[in-house]
């Protein structure tokens, strides 16, 4: 086991690196929705970046942003920890609501500010760093692969066939992805799992032009009108996938709901309802929630247009649990749609299945108490995540357990403007991995 003070392996000199090294990769704008060549530039520099830390490294081809592995082994017949990141953001959005430009990353009150600074660059930075500090300390007891995936804010479309291709490569006990946040308390985390994603497109079209709405009100469908009645079927009131849909969701188990009952209260934004802590944190760790992103139909420019809008469309999300399964949900969408005389298209934009960890397991353990000895103080345990990172593919395919353990400030602003990290995160995260790759008890 590491020492409790790593003493100058995490020195000044080793945050100004880490620092360094991840706004060399904020500079780089690898937005994957975007397909440009900036995002070969952040593989080949992900890459860089193992290969000077000591990692054996490969680029693995998909049909569209490389995922890039790297290898430090110790010993075959040790475990082995497959550490999943992503070096791909998320679109910047308005430049106006910015307080500095997102791809020149600026230190600005102990943070660092840019797109994918916390989200997830400076994560994945920290978890080079800290296995490379695990095996300059000395050999640890188990074996560590890195993949960091170009694909995740678009739903990892190929990770699962190039993971499946290049399974020998990846084969490991344990997986653990680092994103998210930290506890508002300043704990760290610990989620055994995540809820699963599926993000559709409903699109509604009828006539060619507009039509009056005096003249052709209630004689002619409108398009808005129908994308109306299917999001009312589709979710209810307060945000809860509506019940028809929600029928495969597993009962949550006793230590399962011990593990949310016991959860500190959460600091919530300006705006969102105060509820009791275990209510709040059911809604969003045990139960499947629906979510309009967005909804388009008609003029919407200055006054306003009296006419019947020639076509609608929303995106809209839900957040699954065990045992829901996307590409079933999204036809239990049509169905439903269908059987209520709705006629809407259903689009299906990206999906991931959710998964879950035993809360009891050794590994399980070992995280916990690697987390505890790194922050000086023990983790805030979760049975998921509330959100979706594509573990379930790799504890799937390898038939082992995953674990998600973030780092990110509670208040990063991820997907949103003004992203940011607290650098003495950077930190943290670092000893955490070291401490998490010397730790016995992992395979």
Same mark, same amino acid.
């Given at each position: 086991? @590491? +020492? ?63 995922? =890039? ?11 082995? @920890? ?6 791909? =953001?998320?679109?910047v959005g308005r430049l106006e609501d910015w307080h500095s430009a997102p791809f020149d990353p600026v230190v600005r009150d102990g943070r660092l500010h840019g797109r994918g600074t916390a989200d997830s660059k400076g994560q994945l930075v920290a978890a080079v760093a ?16 890195? @993949? ?47 809820? !699963? ?10 006539? *060619? ?7 052709? !009100? ?8 129908? @994308? ?7 979710? +209810? ?26 959860? %500190?209260?959460?600091?919530? %934004? ?22 309009? +992103? ?14 019947i809008p020639t076509s609608a469309r929303a995106r809209v999300d839900a957040r699954l649990v065990p045992d829901q399964d996307p590409e079933r949900l999204a036809q239990q969408v049509r169905d439903r749609l269908q059987e209520l005389g709705i006629?809407?298209?259903? *689009?299906?934009?990206? *999906? ?23 922050? !000086?103080?023990?983790?805030?345990? $979760? ?14 395919? $390898? ?10 400030? %509670? ?33």
């Amino acid at each position: 086991m @590491i +020492s409790p003070a790593p003493g100058d392996e995490l020195s000044s000199a080793a945050l100004d690196t880490m620092l360094e090294e991840t706004r060399a990769l904020v500079r780089i704008p690898t937005v994957s929705a975007d397909a440009g060549p900036a995002m070969r530039t952040g593989a080949d520099a992900v890459a860089g970046l193992l290969g000077a830390r000591g990692f054996d490294v490969s680029l693995l081809g998909t049909p569209t942003h490389p995922l =890039v592995a790297g290898r430090r082994l110790v010993d075959p017949s040790l475990p082995t @920890i497959l550490v999943y990141g992503h070096y791909d =953001v998320q679109p910047v959005g308005r430049l106006e609501d910015w307080h500095s430009a997102p791809f020149d990353p600026v230190v600005r009150d102990g943070r660092l500010h840019g797109r994918g600074t916390a989200d997830s660059k400076g994560q994945l930075v920290a978890a080079v760093a800290g296995i490379d500090l695990a095996h300059r300390l000395g050999a640890p007891p188990c074996n560590v692969v890195l @993949i960091a995936d170009g694909e995740e804010e678009i739903g990892s479309p190929n990770l699962a066939a190039t993971c499946t291709q290049h399974r020998d490569l990846l084969a490991a006990d344990l997986v653990m992805a680092v994103d998210g946040s930290i506890h508002p308390s300043g704990r760290p985390v610990l989620a055994l799992g995540a809820r !699963g994603l599926l993000c559709l497109e409903l699109v509604a079209t009828d006539q *060619r032009v507009p039509l009056h709405s005096g003249n052709f !009100g209630g004689a002619v469908p409108s398009p808005a009108d129908r @994308i109306a009645r299917a999001l009312v079927a589709l979710g +209810s009131p307060d945000g809860a996938l509506a019940p028809p849909l929600a029928a495969d969701a597993v009962t949550p188990t006793g230590d399962v709901l011990a593990l949310v009952d016991a959860l %500190p209260a959460p600091e919530l %934004p300006d705006g969102v309802p105060a509820r009791p802590a275990a209510e709040h944190y059911r809604r969003i760790l045990l139960h499947p929630t629906f979510n309009v +992103s967005s909804m388009e139909a008609g003029y919407t420019g200055p006054g306003f247009a009296t006419t019947i809008p020639t076509s609608a469309r929303a995106r809209v999300d839900a957040r699954l649990v065990p045992d829901q399964d996307p590409e079933r949900l999204a036809q239990q969408v049509r169905d439903r749609l269908q059987e209520l005389g709705i006629d809407v298209e259903v *689009r299906m934009l990206a *999906r991931m299945p959710p998964t879950s960890t035993t809360p009891l397991d050794s590994a399980s353990a070992a995280v916990t108490a690697a987390l505890e000895q790194a922050y !000086g103080r023990p983790p805030v345990v $979760l049975p998921r995540l509330a959100g979706t990172v594509p573990v379930s593919i790799l504890s799937d395919l $390898l038939g082992v357990p995953a674990m998600v353990v973030p780092h990110g400030n %509670p208040d990063q602003n991820n997907h949103a403007p003004n992203e940011n990290l607290v650098i003495g995160q950077l930190r943290r995260a670092a000893e955490a991995m070291a401490r998490t790759v010397r730790c016995p008890g992992l395979g």
